[in-house]
């Protein structure tokens, strides 16, 4: 079999790595794969789209690919830099390069009567233009690659407009300028920190329906301020390593898994958390631009980890704020330290309306307080950055000028969002958003269910019913403009019980009791129980099971366990919800039981309706 992977970015290589691999571990003949990348080097959007300090909001813990760990000196957040050097390390440990062709772009996919499938693309270096013919085609171009830029009458009057894409450098900015950065996602976030820490006049950040500024590590605040309590300095654990797995995606039967009580759980917890901390339930230190109310719930918002800008955004209110009783209490028994910007603030802003001949900026009336603040202020910016995200397009894919079948976008694909189901040759890998995750493992985990139901489907042990999706998905508010958004926890769980890679309490105890004299083997089950759903969580069995996988549970990922403190991490965090959830889900499945026993009726679980179709990606909420 051929198989076309197109795009080097960390969903392309990956892809690539499972392909050429797949022989060793599923017992088939070896693929014939070959990589497609229009840049002259790997790795995407960390490549071709990265700026100055750009680091990573996901921990390297969860962001590395399962067999391939990072170094123990790595910190927990790679820089872009870093990461971009462990994708060169990951092509040359497993051999990927003599199947990569870079600087090279695909112009076109096309399939003939056969099913078959042609790849026409150009070697820039040469001027040629080649044709490929294979078997099926992995399509991991990414979502980061074509600028959306929304229309704002007027915006043309502002002298230098560019997308984040073009920005790399704060020197950009120059001095003495206005700076405005149009969205309010991690991008835009960054931006307006970039742009506040260096020499400009005033730098404003504009949303449309607020945000959820939220920690990249768990809370670490000062007890007893009012006593001289002091930041003790301890670097806590990451704050996507946080979350134990039993019962809350392990052993949850499907009735409480598509209930709402897991999300409310965790959104009076995220909220509760935030205001004993900060005195902010909207978000981390976050005084102004809490998203909106119909959005205002952890099951239909995208954590913003870029939270540097946060205390910025916060400061010229919280300078003239009156704090109530309570907060004084609050702050008197527990608070988070709050950074000192130096005087120095972002002014966030509603999104602009239009933008007037003198390049002065009307901004619509959102009803906030941060329109209040602005709104007789004459602001001419000016620099615009466009932190607005991208658009998803398959130009390869010219309906227009296909001969055979037309080909699927990533939005038809219905089976886990990685292919439509009746036509699997083509694979969509890296299309979903985590509202608190990392993309190149969601990739990793589709790329090993796409390439098993390709080349070994039989070893797949149960239908991949839609019925088994809404569960993962973000309820997305009427009106958003992303609705691919999904729980990352829960679909990498979903993909390993489709793949029959998911271990259970009974098998997790007798692996970790046969691998007692190595003197770690104890650790497993706690790992398995206590710890995220690490993609290497689902390599100690099934069809990509890989022999390393119980080393890594036993120490890289059992000393994340050990950095957890005892109350913030361990109770509130994994103690608490397995003391409400566990009891309610052996509850369920003994009702489920008798019930089907005594009369002979599967109690009825009804999903949440599935998500509508999305239309394009913007990173701003």
């Known amino acids: 079999m051929r198989v076309a992977v197109i795009g080097a970015g960390p969903s392309g290589l990956v892809t690539l790595k499972y392909l050429v691999t797949a022989h060793q571990f599923l017992g088939t003949v070896p693929i014939e794969a070959m990589l497609?990348?229009?840049?002259?080097?790997?790795?995407?959007?960390?490549?071709?789209r990265t700026y100055e300090d750009?680091?990573?909001?996901?921990?390297?813990?969860?962001?590395?690919?399962?067999?391939?760990?990072?170094?123990?000196?790595?910190?927990?957040?790679?820089?872009?830099?870093?990461?971009?050097?462990?994708?060169?390390?990951?092509?040359?440990?497993f051999k990927l390069w003599p199947h990569m062709h870079l600087s090279t772009k695909v112009q076109s996919v096309t399939r003939d009567e056969f099913g078959k499938h042609t790849v026409t693309y150009f070697v820039k270096a040469t001027g040629e233009q080649l044709r490929w013919q294979c078997d099926a085609v992995a399509v991991c171009s990414g979502l980061h690659v074509t600028p959306n830029i929304p229309r704002i009458p007027g915006i043309e009057s502002v002298p230098v407009r560019m997308h984040s894409s073009e920005f790399k450098k704060r020197e950009q900015f120059g001095v003495g300028k206005t700076v405005m950065v149009l969205g309010s996602g991690e991008t835009g976030a960054d931006v307006a920190y970039l742009a506040v820490t260096s020499p400009t006049k005033r730098v404003l950040m504009c949303h449309r329906s607020?945000?959820?500024?939220?920690?990249?590590?768990?809370?670490?605040?000062?007890?007893?301020?009012?006593?001289?309590?002091?930041?003790?300095g301890k670097l806590t654990v990451p704050l996507d390593n946080a979350r134990a797995s039993l019962f809350d995606t392990a052993y949850v039967h499907p009735i409480l898994r598509n209930h709402a009580a897991l999300w409310t759980f965790y959104d009076v917890y995220v909220k509760s958390i935030l205001w004993l901390n900060t005195g902010t339930p909207g978000g981390l230190d976050q005084i102004v631009g809490e998203p909106s109310p119909e959005k205002n719930h952890v099951s239909k918002i995208f954590f913003n980890k870029s939270s540097n800008a946060g205390p910025y955004i916060s400061y010229p209110y919280r300078k003239n704020a009156k704090r109530?009783?309570?907060?004084?209490?609050?702050?008197?028994?527990?608070?988070?330290?709050?950074?000192?910007?130096?005087?120095?603030?972002?002014?966030?802003?509603?999104w602009p309306d239009s933008v007037d001949a003198d390049g002065v900026v009307r901004f619509c009336n959102n009803q906030r307080k941060e329109y209040e603040r602005i709104k007789d202020d004459k602001i001419k910016p000016d620099i615009v950055v466009y932190c607005t995200g991208y658009r998803q397009e398959f130009s390869f894919f010219n309906k227009a000028v296909q001969p055979g079948r037309s080909y699927p976008c990533a939005v038809d694909a219905d089976v886990r969002s990685v292919w439509k189901r009746d036509d699997p040759t083509v694979g969509f890998i890296g299309f979903l958003r985590p509202s608190l995750g990392a993309i190149?493992?969601?990739?990793?985990?589709?790329?090993?269910?796409?390439?098993?139901?390709?080349?070994?489907?039989?070893?797949?042990?149960?239908?991949?019913l839609p019925q088994d999706e809404p569960h993962y998905r973000l309820h997305h508010a009427k009106g958003s403009r992303i609705h691919y958004g999904i729980d990352h926890e829960s679909y990498i769980y979903q993909l390993g019980l489709d793949m029959d890679s998911a271990m259970g309490i009974t098998e997790?105890?007798?692996?970790?009791?046969?691998r007692w004299s190595s003197g770690y083997g104890w650790r497993l089950p706690i790992v398995w129980a206590l710890g995220a759903n690490y993609n290497t969580k689902f390599r100690m069995r099934g069809p990509w099971r890989w022999d390393g996988a119980e080393d890594v549970m036993e120490t890289e990922f059992w000393e994340?366990?050990?950095?957890?403190?005892?109350?913030?991490?361990?109770?509130?965090?994994s103690i608490l919800p397995m003391a409400i959830f566990g009891p309610l889900s052996v509850a369920?499945?003994?009702?489920?039981?008798?019930?089907?026993?005594?009369?002979?009726?599967?109690?009825?679980?009804?999903?949440?309706?599935?998500?509508?179709?999305?239309?394009?990606?913007?990173?701003?909420?």
Request: glycine share 6%; proline share 9%; with cysteine.
């Open 36 to 48: 497609f990348e229009s840049e002259s080097e790997i790795g995407g959007t960390f490549y071709a």
């Open 54 to 93: 750009a680091e990573l909001v996901s921990s390297k813990q969860l962001t590395a690919f399962s067999d391939f760990r990072p170094r123990d000196d790595d910190p927990d957040f790679l820089g872009a830099k870093r990461y971009l050097e462990y994708l060169h390390d990951y092509c040359t440990h």
């Open 210 to 232: 607020g945000f959820h500024f939220a920690p990249k590590r768990n809370l670490n605040p000062v007890i007893l301020p009012i006593l001289g309590g002091k930041p003790n």
């Open 324 to 350: 109530s009783f309570i907060d004084r209490i609050r702050s008197s028994i527990i608070q988070a330290p709050i950074k000192d910007t130096g005087g120095k603030q972002i002014d966030l802003a509603p």
């Open 440 to 464: 190149p493992p969601l990739s990793e985990m589709q790329a090993q269910l796409w390439i098993l139901n390709l080349m070994a489907p039989e070893r797949i042990p149960r239908p991949l």
């Open 508 to 514: 997790v105890l007798w692996l970790g009791l046969s």
């Open 560 to 573: 994340v366990i050990q950095r957890r403190r005892w109350f913030f991490d361990h109770f509130l965090l």
């Open 588 to 621: 369920v499945w003994m009702y489920a039981t008798l019930s089907s026993l005594v009369f002979g009726v599967e109690p009825q679980h009804r999903a949440p309706k599935p998500m509508a179709k999305m239309l394009h990606y913007d990173e701003e909420m």
